[in-house]
């Protein structure tokens, strides 16, 4: 089993509906985050958690909400979904002896 | 200026070739630097950690300039498995890890 893992992995939704993509870890770790790729722009931050009562905005967070609700956890949501969110998002987390982030296979999200 | 800036690439090569890819960091309180690899639709992996006195692993090389603000990474010997995209990647601390937009590689017979 993946030490990341995302659900769904695709997801494909209209205009204006709530979407939750959700994500959990055995890795250990407190930190974790949210990004989103786009062709061409690399990957951008959304939100991240240091801990479970840590959270805090990323570059991109407009549009976006973020629960962490165990340690192992870390949700995000589209209250009211744009097709300017369509987009491969990322969940990660930290080790933080090493630095090195460790991600989910992505979850990819097309919003009509 | 964004915070880390890479040439996109692609950067085209023959087996065997050797290739450096560059990119610089605006921020100077940034403290740890690290290459990441990515596959086509696929998670970015860790390739490496960067260090001020240069670091090497196999076939790749990863140095850091703090003066210049200022990271490569050198390939030698290209294979066809590295083709894929490199993204130079930068924590200055505090936050969490700042992404390049990543330079293609792609490597052919």
């Not at chain 1, 930190?31 to 931050?45: E, K, S, T």
């Not at chain 1, 987390?93 to 630095?99: F, K, L, R, S, V």
């Not at chain 1, 989910?104 to 919003?111: D, I």
Request: glycine letters at 8%; one cysteine or more.
């Amino acid at each position: 089993d993946a030490d990341v893992t995302q659900t769904p992995r695709n997801r494909i939704t209209k205009t204006g509906k709530r979407i939750m993509l959700e994500c959990s870890q055995t890795k250990g770790h407190d930190r974790m985050y949210w990004y989103r790729q786009d062709p061409g722009l690399g990957l951008r931050l959304i939100y991240y958690s240091f801990d479970v009562k840590d959270i805090n905005k990323g570059e991109i967070s407009d549009g976006y909400s973020v629960s962490r609700q165990a340690q192992a956890k870390f949700s995000l949501s589209l209250e009211s979904a744009i097709p300017n969110q369509t987009a491969l998002y990322f969940c990660a987390t930290m080790g933080e002896n090493t630095g090195e982030l460790f991600f989910g296979e992505g979850s990819r999200l097309t919003v009509l | 200026r964004k915070e880390v800036e890479q040439d996109p690439g692609p950067f085209n090569v023959p087996e065997g070739a050797t290739v450096a890819f560059n990119c610089t960091y605006s921020n100077s309180a940034s403290q740890s630097f690290f290459w990441y690899r990515q596959d086509c639709r696929k998670e970015p992996k860790l390739l490496m950690s960067v260090y001020s006195s240069g670091n090497e692993d196999g076939r790749f090389t990863a140095q850091l300039n703090r003066a210049s603000q200022y990271i490569s990474l050198l390939i030698r010997d290209s294979k066809l498995s590295d083709s894929a995209t490199y993204l130079c990647v930068v924590n200055r601390g505090g936050t969490a890890l700042i992404f390049g937009k990543g330079t293609t590689l792609s490597v052919s017979s």
